[in-house]
């Protein structure tokens, strides 16, 4: 089906600027292309999540609308996620259907989702291949920065807790705010996304598929090219892709984790694998010095192009696949706030090897084991329960396994447990 013409949309805010006619005609076959991989008419269905938007958040040079998930309890200086729509999508279908809200309101943070347009997008697919969009200070990348600013004045939230996810085009975006704004969001989580700034030298539906293969330091340079007096930390970055997917084909995951492992000095083996959830999604952790987990690639095994979700009442349960390109699998959501530390229904993390009260093996944040009794902290630091291992920074973003034998003597066994 040809896209819808690329004009305004009555009552759509105006764009801040004049798309070139060669442009346009780019647009429009990227429209084509990904308007195929997630075609199809929104649900009928009645929104189950009240959101509210926010109209004033700054200058809004993207055009892009504002909405705001706030939990009925919020602690004090609440962490924020923003979350980004894929193509076809709008930010109600998102919210009703990733589990985020649920997440926000058992997990205590602040949900932040960014709109698009058919007025800037035929598919109303964010503009992750545009370079008056993807580039910091203009366009689409500064609207959602603004948005970011936004949550944390207007509701007191932390801004050293501000993270991102989204998925397909607002995968990609993602990885556009974590490049260009590395100073804002300290984490991010690409779903069915692809690296930042494929499209300096390659058109759009090459970079989605077959791909492009380039090597870890030359991905790692656009990122640097994107803030170029950056010198601070770079954000953690998680991966997530469906293992059948031929809209944006699984190199690149590859390709992104080439990008982001070289921008913390990695390598591209990861220092632990392991299978999650109820249908075993392979999960490969790459390790900073400290233990953090810098960089993390969830492969979900048989789902093609979507957001994996896992309809259910169960603590890693969430979602609903009652829109297209939701898929049953696991409750990516879940796991994406755990990734960035969020994650509050079970002290230990969730991360056990072992079950209930015969458990001997727990993998969780340093915070996390402080507050389950197995770990101390003092300066800043954490140790090991009666080994007094040093365990790295108190926070949650280190991730540690510990072993406890004999009872309450715990040592580290990030290399394998028991």
């Known amino acids: 089906m040809s896209p819808p013409p690329f004009g305004r949309a009555p009552g759509a805010p105006p764009r801040a600027r004049v798309l070139p006619r060669f442009l346009t005609r780019l647009l429009a076959v990227v429209a084509v292309v990904l308007g195929t991989a997630l075609a199809g008419p929104l649900p009928a269905a009645r929104a189950s999540v009240t959101l509210t938007q926010v109209s004033d958040f700054g200058s809004n040079p993207g055009a892009l609308t504002m909405y705001v998930y706030r939990p009925a309890s919020l602690p004090a200086h609440p962490p924020v996620v923003v979350a980004l729509h894929g193509c076809t999508q709008n930010a109600q279908v998102y919210a009703d259907n990733s589990g985020l809200p649920q997440l926000a309101d058992r997990d205590g943070f602040l949900l932040v989702l960014a709109q698009t347009s058919s007025a800037n997008n035929p598919s109303q697919c964010f503009n992750w291949f545009q370079t008056t969009d993807n580039r910091r200070g203009q366009g689409e990348a500064l609207s959602i920065r603004q948005m970011a600013s936004q949550a944390v004045t207007a509701y007191g939230a932390d801004p050293q807790r501000v993270y991102v996810t989204g998925l397909s085009a607002g995968g990609a975006m993602t990885a556009v705010m974590l490049a260009t704004y590395p100073d804002v969001f300290s984490a991010g989580a690409v779903v069915a996304g692809l690296p930042y700034d494929c499209t300096r030298d390659n058109s759009p539906y090459t970079c989605m598929n077959p791909g492009v293969d380039l090597s870890p330091d030359a991905w790692a340079q656009r990122v640097r090219d994107a803030y170029p007096s950056y010198t601070g930390p770079w954000p953690r970055t998680a991966v997530w892709y469906g293992d059948q997917d031929t809209t944006v084909v699984p190199r690149n995951a590859t390709e992104l984790r080439d990008q982001w492992t070289a921008l913390h000095g990695l390598s591209q083996t990861p220092s632990r694998t392991t299978t999650i959830g109820p249908d075993a999604t392979r999960q490969d952790q790459y390790l900073a010095a400290d233990g953090t987990v810098a960089v993390e690639v969830d492969q979900v095994p048989g789902i093609g192009h979507g957001t994996p979700v896992d309809p259910g009442t169960g603590t890693q349960q969430c979602g609903s696949t009652g829109a297209p390109y939701f898929a049953a699998s696991i409750c990516s959501s879940y796991w994406i706030a755990r990734f960035f530390g969020l994650d509050t229904s079970d ?72």
């Open 347 to 418: 002290p230990g993390g969730g991360g056990g090897t072992g079950g209930g009260s015969d458990a001997t093996c727990w993998t969780a944040s340093n915070y996390a084991q402080v507050q389950a009794g197995r770990a101390t902290t003092s300066g800043g630091y954490t140790y090991a329960k009666g080994s007094q291992q040093n365990m790295g920074l108190y926070n949650t973003f280190v991730t540690h396994t510990l072993k406890e034998s004999p009872t309450g003597y715990y040592t580290i066994a990030d290399n394998g447990c028991p």
